[in-house]
């Protein structure tokens, strides 16, 4: 891959190297062996990696592998991105496993990094967060906030090549710079922050009302965060994966269920606790019918789960009781900008998430390992860095 991260340009990088060489030559302070080594030299003073394809992950059948792929190619309006860390995300390791990709296709959509080739008010070395969603701003989708459905702009990581991979090519309003010194990978968690976030909002919940997290995968520990940043009261979070759940108490759930021990209904029926949101996250079967039932009069439910479920709903109680039913679906541009600022300020806990740090090489068996997650919480790529 051929960029500076420094300011100077790819060509004037190349105008050094031949200018050391000659000086080198010309002078003869150095002899062969050390002109060999020049590279690295060269490296060191510009920033420039070697040049040639870079490595991804690529879909193949149910599963992924590590490839070399052309280095991205940016039209202009685009920047290129060096990826630091790229979060494995749930729907992307549903989408693998029901054989939902599609042949050599690159994932990845929760990621942060450093521009290379810069664009719009953007310079080489800038640590940035990236929205992963294309936005034209002029369509019913666009004025509506539903974003990630804008037929006009793709989305990185899902109609567009993702960031399981060295370096990503995005349009340059979708960067959100990060403040120096922070480190380029806070900018994968805040993708997921943004779907929760999101979520809250479509719950409308007011300070200090009870609210239930039904599953705790990536998204509902999220929601956790995002409930405890709007000012909620009690939280409740159901699961069961054993290391999502104790991740759920970390980041602010007052009580955790092990759903496989005792269901939401069960909980409601011995405690009497009513909820004035419920954020089902789970997309296990039932869990909408379950999360109606335990609604207090006025409540909302909101889905946030991907699911091909058809749910009976208690329209009796739904009109008697002035309930409301949801979906929620990442974000608006605005929403992931706030995400970043929480983040950025220190206000969500999104680091306790971290279960595992991979390769690019170690990607495509976490991408597998998260099918069943048992204790593994949050598992980030590293596509620049060789192993841990
Ligand atoms: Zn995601
Ligand atoms: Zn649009």
């Avoid at 059948?61 to 860390?85: F, K, M, S, T």
């Avoid at 509506?144 to 804008?150: A, D, M, P, T």
């Avoid at 909101?302 to 009781?321: C, F, K, S, W």
């Avoid at 390769?359 to 099918?371: E, F, I």
Wanted: charged share 20%; with cysteine.
């Amino acid at each position: 891959m051929s960029h500076s991260v420094r300011d100077c340009s790819c060509t004037c990088s190349e105008f050094l190297e031949e200018y050391l060489v000659a000086g080198f030559h010309a002078t003869g302070i150095v002899d062969k062996k050390e002109i060999r080594s020049l590279g690295s030299i060269i490296i060191f003073l510009t920033g420039r990696a070697e040049p040639g394809p870079m490595k991804a992950v690529v879909c193949a059948g149910r599963e992924a592998e590590l490839a070399e792929i052309p280095d991205p190619a940016p039209v202009p309006g685009e920047v290129v991105v060096e990826v630091d860390a790229c979060g494995l995300c749930g729907s992307d390791v549903h989408a693998l496993a029901e054989g939902k990709t599609a042949e050599g296709q690159v994932l990845g959509h929760e990621f942060g990094g450093r521009v290379v080739e810069p664009a719009g008010p953007w310079r080489a070395g800038d640590v940035v967060a990236v929205n992963p969603l294309g936005s034209c701003g002029r369509c019913r989708e666009c004025a509506k906030g539903l974003h990630f459905r804008c037929a006009a702009k793709p989305n990185v990581g899902i109609t567009a090549p993702g960031a399981y991979a060295q370096y990503v090519a995005v349009p340059h309003d979708q960067l959100v710079a990060l403040p120096d010194g922070l480190p380029a990978e806070l900018g994968a968690h805040a993708e997921p922050l943004a779907v929760a976030i999101n979520a809250v909002r479509r719950a409308a919940i007011d300070p200090g009302d009870p609210v239930l997290v039904y599953g705790v995968g990536s998204i509902g520990l999220n929601a956790i965060m995002a409930l405890r940043l709007a000012g909620a009261g009690v939280v409740v979070a159901a699961g069961r994966s054993p290391g999502r759940r104790a991740a759920a108490a970390k980041v602010g759930a007052d009580e955790v269920l092990d759903t496989r021990e005792l269901t939401v209904a069960e909980y409601a029926r011995r405690t009497g606790r009513r909820f004035a949101a419920v954020l089902e996250c789970s997309a296990a079967p039932g869990a909408i019918a379950e999360s109606l039932d335990v609604l207090e009069p006025g409540g909302t439910c909101v889905e946030v789960a991907l699911t091909d479920e058809i749910a009976g709903v208690p329209l009796g109680r739904l009109v008697a009781e002035g309930l409301q039913v949801n979906g929620s679906c990442a974000f608006p541009a605005e929403v992931y900008d706030e995400a970043v600022g929480h983040i950025a300020a220190g206000r969500a806990p999104v680091t306790d998430l971290i279960s595992e740090r991979v390769s690019l090489a170690a990607t495509p068996d976490a991408l597998v390992r998260l099918r069943a997650p048992g204790e593994l919480v949050r598992v980030l790529a590293k596509p620049n860095e060789r192993e841990f």
